[in-house]
């Protein structure tokens, strides 16, 4: 894919779809559709960057609309896709699970009728090219326990909420339209992304929102989970290496070795806040005070941590964020928005 060819990105107004196409706008020659329902979890401003760009168009579309996907294919004839539009929070999986065997389940078949459909009338030579990313996360693979050895991709699923229940049964749907169809697809299950832009919902812009307010700063169980974090744009760079080089029919993790407990996590970014907006509330000493520990959520997962050295050998991507530096441009990124700092 060396020259510009047309990218098809479901959930590019989400969190990480915006990392992925601000990327490619900007380092790449190549076009972009972005496909989007504009559920709650949309921010257009993380497309700002790239919104007027002759390479970029939007489409309100919602994955579970098979004939505005086949209107979608026929318009712009895309030569790939990377399909990240799903319902992401685990906490809204556990109140709310339909929302997401609709989006995850359901939409993830559809967009594969749609695309396989579209695939198969194709000419040879972009037969040959065309490529299905379908993003997964690490969380299909259960819970590790302190001493157990990384997920690996051939780490047994074993999911535990209705988010990664549903994430798992779209990996094996689009597993199975690759070995049954010859679809295209590669799979790939990255770790906890961070980074500027995310929900806050998110812990990471729960901790430093909930801060700044002078709110508590809520932490489950005695917030020893421990969560592998990878800093967005290191994700967005391994999803185009695996778009340009990956292998068709394989799946790869993606993770950057930064393990944290959560309330480690919590006071890391309490400790930037203090350093970089201190006593923002006149009120507060130390930002840490502000951690109250709330009962835990049910099935939470007790320790995630990718081993992502088969991305690394065979396609030669590598993270190049250092967390503490990752977490700190994070920090300056919520506060340059809320205008904290300048
Ligand atoms: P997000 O919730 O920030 O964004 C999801 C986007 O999908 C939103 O823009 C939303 O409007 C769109 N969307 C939702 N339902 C849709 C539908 N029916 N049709 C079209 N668009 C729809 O999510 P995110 O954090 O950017 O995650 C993106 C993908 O990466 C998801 O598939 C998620 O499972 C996966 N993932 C996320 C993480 C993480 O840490 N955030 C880690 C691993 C994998």
Same mark, same amino acid.
Request: glycine share 6%; aromatic share 10%; net charge negative.
């Given at each position: 894919?060396?020259?510009?060819?047309?990218?098809?990105?479901?959930?590019?107004?989400?969190?990480?779809?915006?990392?992925?196409?601000?990327?490619?706008?900007?380092?790449?020659?190549?076009?972009?559709?972005?496909?989007?329902?504009?559920?709650?979890?949309?921010?257009?401003?993380?497309?700002?960057?790239?919104?007027?760009?002759?390479?970029?168009?939007?489409?309100?579309?919602?994955?579970?609309?098979?004939?505005?996907?086949?209107?979608?294919?026929?318009?712009?004839?895309?030569?790939?896709?990377?399909?990240? %539009?799903?319902?992401?929070?685990?906490?809204?999986?556990?109140?709310?699970?339909?929302?997401?065997?609709?989006?995850?389940?359901?939409?993830?078949?559809?967009?594969?009728?749609?695309?396989?459909?579209?695939?198969?009338?194709?000419?040879?030579?972009?037969?040959?090219?065309?490529?299905?990313?379908?993003?997964?996360?690490?969380?299909?693979?259960?819970?590790?326990?302190?001493?157990?050895?990384?997920?690996?991709?051939?780490?047994?699923?074993?999911?535990?909420?209705?988010?990664?229940?549903?994430?798992?049964?779209?990996?094996?749907?689009?597993?199975?339209?690759?070995?049954?169809?010859?679809?295209?697809?590669?799979?790939?299950?990255?770790?906890?992304?961070?980074?500027?832009?995310?929900?806050?919902?998110?812990?990471?812009?729960?901790?430093? %929102?909930?801060?700044?307010?002078?709110?508590?700063?809520?932490?489950?169980?005695?917030?020893?989970?421990?969560?592998?974090?990878?800093?967005?744009?290191?994700?967005?760079?391994?999803?185009?290496?695996?778009?340009?080089?990956?292998?068709?029919?394989?799946?790869?993790?993606?993770?950057?070795?930064?393990?944290?407990?959560?309330?480690?996590?919590?006071?890391?970014?309490?400790?930037?806040?203090?350093?970089?907006?201190?006593?923002?509330?006149?009120?507060?000493?130390?930002?840490?005070?502000?951690?109250?520990?709330?009962?835990?959520?049910?099935?939470?997962?007790?320790?995630?941590?990718?081993?992502?050295?088969?991305?690394?050998?065979?396609?030669?991507?590598?993270?190049?964020?250092?967390?503490?530096?990752?977490?700190?441009?994070?920090?300056? %990124?919520?506060?340059?928005?809320?205008?904290?700092?300048?």
């Amino acid at each position: 894919m060396s020259d510009s060819k047309k990218i098809l990105i479901t959930g590019g107004a989400g969190f990480i779809g915006s990392a992925v196409i601000r990327y490619i706008i900007e380092q790449t020659a190549h076009q972009v559709i972005n496909l989007d329902k504009l559920t709650y979890a949309a921010n257009l401003q993380a497309l700002q960057s790239v919104s007027t760009n002759n390479r970029y168009f939007f489409e309100k579309v919602d994955i579970c609309h098979r004939h505005a996907l086949d209107h979608i294919f026929e318009q712009y004839q895309p030569n790939a896709i990377i399909h990240l %539009a799903a319902e992401s929070h685990v906490d809204r999986s556990i109140n709310h699970p339909a929302k997401f065997i609709e989006t995850n389940v359901i939409g993830t078949f559809t967009l594969l009728e749609s695309s396989y459909h579209y695939w198969q009338n194709l000419a040879k030579d972009l037969k040959e090219t065309f490529r299905f990313i379908h993003v997964s996360t690490d969380e299909v693979y259960g819970e590790l326990q302190q001493n157990e050895s990384k997920f690996t991709e051939s780490t047994p699923y074993a999911p535990n909420s209705p988010y990664s229940a549903s994430k798992a049964s779209s990996d094996h749907l689009v597993r199975s339209w690759y070995k049954t169809y010859g679809l295209p697809t590669i799979i790939t299950h990255s770790t906890n992304n961070y980074g500027p832009f995310q929900h806050p919902e998110k812990l990471i812009p729960s901790v430093i %929102a909930n801060a700044l307010a002078g709110r508590p700063i809520l932490i489950y169980g005695e917030g020893l989970q421990m969560r592998d974090w990878i800093y967005v744009e290191d994700n967005a760079k391994a999803l185009y290496s695996v778009l340009i080089n990956g292998k068709i029919g394989e799946t790869y993790n993606i993770g950057a070795n930064n393990e944290s407990t959560n309330i480690a996590l919590a006071e890391k970014l309490c400790k930037i806040l203090d350093e970089l907006a201190p006593q923002y509330k006149s009120s507060i000493i130390k930002y840490r005070d502000l951690i109250q520990f709330v009962s835990d959520r049910p099935g939470h997962d007790y320790r995630y941590a990718i081993d992502s050295s088969k991305i690394t050998k065979e396609i030669g991507w590598q993270p190049q964020e250092d967390f503490e530096s990752g977490l700190r441009k994070t920090v300056i %990124a919520y506060l340059n928005s809320k205008q904290i700092i300048g």
